[in-house]
C-alpha cells in the first residue's frame, strides 16, 4: 500500500483530527487584522450591521409572540395563583382575623364581626362584595349568596345609633356639620390610604409607566384617558385632633368622602354621610368616659356632647347578631375560616383545587372522595392522549412509508387525500364523526344490515371515551404522517439496498436498518400529536359525551360558565408543566436532536 | 476473449432487456460474461444504464428479458439477500446509526456467524483498509474517503465472490480518488474475487480494470481490455468517448485488404484501417489520436498520403506541447508532440504537412444525421 494510505490521517478533507490538528498549529494569542485591531474585533464590528438587520427582520414576529403568547401565558401563570381580591375588599377584616384561632371551637369576636361591618358597607356601596362572594364560593359553596344576602340587611345595622345622634341634634343631619367636624389639617394620610384602599377595591392599582405609556398612546388616536384617580381632588382635608379623639369615624367618614368624590362625583361638604359614618360615631363616642367628652373642644363640641348622652340610653349594637340575622350561617366558624385561609394575597388553593386537594386548618388535604374529578380528568387525558398517538402512528408509519416509496406523481395524489382533513372545517369532520357513530348512525346501520348486531343492541360508539379516540385519531393523523413522511423521504434508497445486499431479510432491513432511522420522524408527530391531543377541546366536546371529555374541556368551563379564572389558569399551568416534562423526559430518554421534521 | 466458453463464465447475462416504463429500453440486448476473478469496469455517459444492469445483477432489479447467470446458475428468481454479493454505493451508505464495527458486523450478524469469529473478521476487515482503529467511531465522524474504505470492508467482510461498486469514488476528490482506486485494484487481485465496477470516468476505467465495458444508450459498444480500447476503438462513440480524438469526415473510395483510401470531403486523400465501412462509396468518419499524428515526413513510409494543415493555437504544457491546427475544414484539430531536445514548437500561423502511419487511422462508422 501506499504511504498515504497506511495512516487514514494523511487523507485530506474535514476529519476530527486534521481539524484538532489545524488547530494546533495555529499561533496562540490573538491576532491582529490589517489596520491592527484585534482580528475578533473587526470581525464583530462587521457582523455589528448583519445582526441588527437580522434582528429588525424578527422583531414584528418577536413582539407578536411577546404579545399574544408570552404574556397571556404570563397572565395565566399570575392568575393561578393570585387572590388579592380578599384583602382588596375586606382589608379590616383580613388584619385582625389572623387573630382568631379556629382551634378554639368558637366563632371569632366582635371585632372580626365589626371590622367585617365596615368592610362590606364600603364594598357593598361599590358594589363589589358579591364578586368576592363568587370568588369564595369556589372555595365554600354558599358564600356567594351569604354575601348577597349581608350586602342586603347591612344598611340598617346602624339603625339605633343614627338615630339616638339625630335626635340629639339636628345639626348631625346637616353636612356642612359633618364637613366642618372634620375639617382641619395632618390627618390626610389616612385619607389617601382610603383612596388606595378605594382603588384596589375597583381594582385599578397604582399609576404604572405601563398605565402612562397606554394613556399616551390612547390620546394620540383621539381617545384621552381620565385624570387617574390618584390625582382627583378631594376637596377635603382631614383634620389630626379628630382622628385621634374618634378614629372609627375619621376612617369611616374618609371612606365615604373618597366614595363620595371618586365614585359618584360629587361634593362631601354637600353630602350627609352614610349610615356607617353614624354607626363609627356612635362605636366611638360609646367607648369614651364623660371626662374625655369634656375634654374635647373643638368644633362641634356641644353636638358630641349631646349625641353621646344620648347614645348612652341605647343599647350597644352586636354585630355579631345582626350577622346571624341576616343569615345564620355567619353565626359559624366555615365562613370566617375560608375567609383567613384565602385572606394571603397569593394563594396555593387553585392549584390545591385542580389536584383535588384543598386546604384545611390542619394543612393541606385530598378533597372527599365524591369531589374528585381533576386527578381523573388528568389521567383520562394523558391516557387518552397517548392510545391516540399510538393509533396514530401505527396507522400513519405505513402510509407515510407508502408515500415517501411511491414515485412522485402517486404520491402526490395520496399526499392529498392524506391533507384532505385539512381543508375541511374541524367542526364539520367531527360532525360527521357524529353522523357515523351514533347510534341511528351510518356504521350501526349498516352492522344491523348485515345482521352482526340486532337492532335493540346498537353499538354505543359516540359520546363516550370510543369516540374521542375515534374522532381525534383522525383528525390528527396528518400530524403524525407529515413529520413521519419528511423524514423517511430523506432516508436513501441505498440504505435499504445496502441491508439486503448484506443479506439482511427484509423484515431485518426494516427493523435494523429503515426503523432506527424513521425514529426521528415517529419522535416528532408523537410529540406534536401528544401535544395537540393533550389541549384538544372542540372534539372531545362534541363527541366525547361526559365520559370522553378532557381537561381542556373543564377549563373552558371555568373560563366561560362558572367564571372561575383562577382555577382555570392553574388547570392551565398544570397541563403546561406536564407538558414541559413530558417534552424533558423525551429529550433524556430520545434526545431532542432526534426529533426531525424533515430534512 | 474470455466469453466464448461457458463453462468458466462466472457472471453472465444473457440478451437482458430491461425497461422501466414499458415504453423505451434502458437496456437493450445486453450479452456479457465475467471469468471468476475478473475485474470488469461499465463505463459510460450518465443514463447509459450502467446502474440499472448492476441493479438486476444484485437483484433489486428484475430483467424484462433474457437470463442472469451467477456460477453457472440463474438467478432471476432469487431474492437479492440471498444472492451473496457485496455492494459498494456512491454514497457509502454506511448505517448511521451503528458504529464503524457494528456496520460491520451487520452481515455476520444475519449470516448468525458467532461473536467471536464476528469480532476477529470485523478486525481483520478493518485491518485490510488500514482502519483498525476506528471501530467505535460513527460514520459521520469519518472523511469521504474513510467512510468509503468502511463501505469498502463492509462488502468485503462476508467474504462474497462477487462484488458491485457502483461509482464508489465520484464524491471524492481527485488525489483520494487515485489513491483509492490503487487500493480497491490491489485489494481485489488480493482477495481474488470478482467485480464489476461502474464509473463515468475514463480513466478510472482504463487503469483499474482487466476489461472495460462501453455504454451507450442501453447497449455495449465495446467491451475489450483498456489498450485495445484505446488503439482500436470499434466505432465512432468509443472513439470519441474514451481519450482525446481527432476526427474527419469523408468517403470510401477505394478498399483493399486492410487498408482504405478515404477521401475527405475537401478533396484530400488519407489512408485508413477499414474498421466498420465495407463498401466503396460509404459515408465515414475516420479517427486519429493527436499523439499519433507525424509532423515529420521522413518518419512516414514512402507513398503515404499527406495533408495541408494550418497551425491555429500552440500550447505548452510541460512533458507535451499541444497544437491546435485547422485540417481539411476541421479547426478542431489537435496533435501532441512530446517535449523532446529536438522537437519544434510550431508557431500560429504556418502552413505545414501532416500524415500517419494508416494503421493508426481508423474508419468508423459515419454519425447518423
Ligand atoms: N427507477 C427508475 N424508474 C424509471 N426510470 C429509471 C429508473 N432508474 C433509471 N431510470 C432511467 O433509466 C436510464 C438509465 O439509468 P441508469 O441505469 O441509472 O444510468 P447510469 O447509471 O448509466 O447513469 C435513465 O434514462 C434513467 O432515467
Ligand atoms: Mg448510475
Redesign the pocket.
Known amino acids: 500500500m501506499t504511504d498515504a494510505a497506511t495512516e487514514p490521517d494523511k487523507i485530506t478533507g474535514p476529519t476530527p483530527d486534521n481539524a484538532l490538528r489545524a488547530a494546533d498549529k495555529a499561533d496562540s494569542g490573538p491576532v491582529l487584522a490589517a489596520d491592527g485591531r484585534p482580528l475578533k474585533q473587526s470581525l464583530n464590528r462587521a457582523l455589528r450591521a448583519q445582526k441588527i438587520r437580522a434582528l429588525a427582520l424578527i422583531a414584528p414576529l418577536l413582539l407578536f409572540v411577546l404579545v399574544s403568547f408570552i404574556a397571556p401565558i404570563g397572565d395565566m401563570l399570575f392568575r393561578s395563583v393570585e387572590n388579592q381580591i380578599v384583602e382588596d375588599t375586606m382589608p379590616r377584616t383580613v388584619q385582625v382575623i389572623s387573630r382568631w384561632d379556629p382551634a378554639t371551637d368558637e366563632t371569632p369576636d366582635e371585632m372580626v364581626y365589626q371590622a367585617a361591618y365596615f368592610d362590606l358597607f364600603f364594598s357593598a356601596e361599590a358594589r363589589r362584595h358579591t364578586r368576592l362572594g363568587q370568588r369564595l364560593n369556589y372555595e365554600s359553596t354558599g358564600m356567594s349568596s351569604m354575601f348577597r344576602s349581608i350586602g342586603r340587611d347591612l344598611d340598617e345595622f346602624g339603625e339605633p345609633y343614627q338615630d339616638a345622634i339625630e335626635a340629639s341634634d339636628p345639626r348631625w343631619e346637616e353636612a356642612g356639620f359633618w364637613y366642618d367636624l372634620m375639617s382641619g389639617e395632618g390627618a390626610n394620610d389616612l385619607l389617601e390610604s382610603r383612596r388606595d384602599s378605594y382603588m384596589r377595591l375597583m381594582g385599578q392599582s397604582q399609576r404604572t409607566v405601563f398605565g402612562d405609556v397606554t394613556c399616551g398612546i390612547g390620546s394620540v388616536f383621539g381617545n384621552p384617558c381620565d385624570i387617574a384617580l390618584e390625582d382627583v381632588p378631594l376637596e377635603f382635608s382631614l383634620s389630626n385632633d379628630i382622628t385621634e379623639f374618634l378614629p372609627l369615624t375619621a376612617e369611616a367618614y374618609s371612606d365615604f368622602t373618597v366614595f363620595t368624590v371618586l365614585d359618584e362625583g360629587d361634593v362631601v361638604a354637600e353630602e350627609e354621610p352614610w349610615e356607617a359614618v353614624y354607626t363609627a360615631l356612635g362605636i366611638d363616642l360609646k367607648a369614651k368616659s364623660q371626662a374625655e367628652i369634656q375634654a374635647y373642644n373643638g368644633t362641634g363640641a356641644d353636638a358630641l356632647q349631646a349625641a353621646y348622652t344620648a347614645l348612652a340610653e341605647v343599647e350597644d349594637i352586636s354585630f355579631r347578631d345582626q350577622f346571624i340575622d341576616a343569615d345564620p350561617d355567619w353565626g359559624i366558624q366555615q365562613p370566617w375560616q375560608v375567609l383567613q385561609t384565602y385572606s394571603a394575597a397569593y394563594t396555593p388553593g387553585y392549584f390545591l383545587n385542580a389536584v383535588d386537594m384543598q386546604k384545611s386548618p390542619q394543612g393541606w388535604e385530598l378533597r372527599p372522595e365524591n369531589q374528585r374529578i381533576y386527578g381523573l380528568l388528568f389521567q383520562r387525558t394523558l391516557f387518552m392522549s397517548l392510545v391516540i398517538t399510538f393509533s396514530c402512528i401505527l396507522l400513519g408509519y405505513p402510509i407515510a412509508y407508502l408515500l415517501s416509496n411511491l ?1 412522485a406523481r402517486k404520491a402526490n395524489l395520496l399526499m392529498i387525500l392524506v391533507l384532505l382533513p385539512f381543508w375541511t372545517s374541524l367542526l364539520v369532520r367531527t360532525s360527521a364523526w357524529k353522523v357515523m357513530l351514533q347510534q341511528q348512525g351510518v356504521i350501526n346501520d349498516v352492522l344491523v344490515w348485515l345482521g352482526l348486531v340486532v337492532d335493540d343492541g346498537r353499538l354505543v360508539m359516540i359520546n363516550n371515551q370510543f369516540g374521542t379516540i375515534v374522532a381525534m385519531t383522525h383528525i390528527l393523523l396528518p400530524f403524525m404522517i407529515l413529520p413521519m413522511y419528511s423524514v423517511m423521504s430523506t432516508i436513501p434508497q441505498s440504505y435499504v439496498r445496502a441491508a439486503k445486499s448484506l443479506g439482511a431479510t427484509n423484515w431485518t432491513t426494516f427493523w435494523r436498518v429503515y426503523f432506527p432511522q424513521s425514529v426521528p420522524g415517529i419522535g416528532a408527530g408523537s410529540i406534536l400529536v401528544f401535544i395537540l391531543s393533550i389541549g384538544y377541546y372542540i372534539t372531545p366536546e362534541i363527541v366525547g359525551g361526559t365520559s370522553g371529555i378532557f381537561i381542556s374541556n373543564r377549563i373552558a368551563y371555568h373560563i366561560s360558565s362558572s367564571l372561575n379564572w383562577g382555577l382555570a389558569a392553574a388547570l392551565g399551568t398544570i397541563l403546561l408543566i406536564v407538558v414541559l416534562a413530558l417534552y424533558w423526559a423525551y429529550d433524556r430518554i430520545v434526545g431532542i436532536d432526534n426529533v426531525k421534521l424533515g430534512g | 476473449m474470455p466469453d466464448s466458453s461457458h463453462t468458466d463464465a462466472f457472471v453472465e447475462f444473457e440478451r437482458v432487456q430491461k425497461s ?2 414499458g415504453v ?1 429500453l ?2 437493450k440486448d445486453l450479452n456479457l460474461s465475467m471469468p471468476k476473478g475478473e475485474f470488469l469496469t ?1 463505463l ?12 438486476m445483477l444484485a437483484g433489486f ?1 428484475t430483467a424484462t428479458h433474457g437470463d442472469i447467470r451467477l456460477d453457472g446458475k440463474p438467478i432471476n428468481n432469487i431474492p437479492p439477500h440471498k444472492r451473496g454479493i457485496g455492494m459498494v454505493f456512491q454514497n457509502y451508505a454506511l448505517f448511521p446509526h451503528m458504529t464503524v464495527a457494528e456496520n460491520l458486523s451487520f452481515p455476520l450478524e444475519v449470516r448468525k456467524i458467532g461473536k467471536s469469529d464476528r469480532e476477529a473478521k470485523v478486525k481483520r476487515a478493518l485491518d485490510m483498509v488500514q482502519m483498525g482503529n476506528f471501530g467505535g467511531r460513527r460514520p459521520a465522524q469519518l472523511s469521504g474517503g474513510q467512510q468509503q474504505r468502511i463501505a469498502l470492508a463492509r462488502a468485503l467482510v462476508f467474504e462474497p465472490e462477487l462484488v458491485l461498486m ?2 464508489p469514488l465520484g464524491a471524492l476528490d481527485k488525489q483520494l480518488r487515485e489513491t483509492l482506486q490503487f487500493e480497491i485494484t490491489k485489494l481485489a487481485h488480493r482477495l481474488g474475487i470478482t467485480v464489476v465496477y ?1 464509473t ?1 470516468d475514463q480513466t478510472e476505467a482504463l487503469t483499474m480494470s482487466d476489461r472495460v465495458a462501453v ?1 451507450d444508450n ?1 447497449k455495449i459498444q465495446q467491451l475489450a481490455k483498456p489498450d485495445e480500447l484505446y488503439e482500436k476503438p470499434q466505432n465512432s462513440f468509443v472513439a470519441q468517448f474514451i481519450g482525446e480524438n481527432n476526427t474527419l469526415e469523408g468517403t470510401v473510395r477505394e478498399i483493399k485488404g486492410d487498408t482504405c483510401v478515404v477521401q475527405l470531403d475537401d478533396g484530400g486523400l488519407i489512408d485508413a484501417v477499414p474498421v466498420n465501412v465495407t463498401k466503396v462509396g460509404e459515408r465515414t468518419r475516420v479517427s486519429i489520436r493527436p499523439e499519433r499524428v507525424e509532423i515529420n515526413k521522413d518518419r512516414l513510409q514512402e507513398g503515404a498520403h499527406m495533408l495541408k494543415a494550418e497551425v491555429l493555437e500552440f500550447v505548452y504544457m510541460g512533458d507535451i506541447f499541444r497544437t491546435r491546427l485547422k485540417v481539411a475544414g476541421n479547426d478542431e484539430f489537435v496533435i501532441k508532440t512530446r517535449n523532446a531536445p529536438d522537437q519544434v514548437r510550431l508557431e500560429p500561423g504556418t502552413q505545414i504537412d501532416i500524415g500517419w502511419l494508416p494503421d493508426d487511422c481508423r474508419a468508423l462508422d459515419a454519425p447518423s444525421k
Open positions: 414515485p | 422501466y416504463d423505451q434502458v437496456v461499465m459510460g455517459p450518465s443514463g447509459s444504464g450502467k446502474t440499472t444492469c448492476l441493479m432489479e457502483d461509482e461502474v463515468h455504454f442501453g
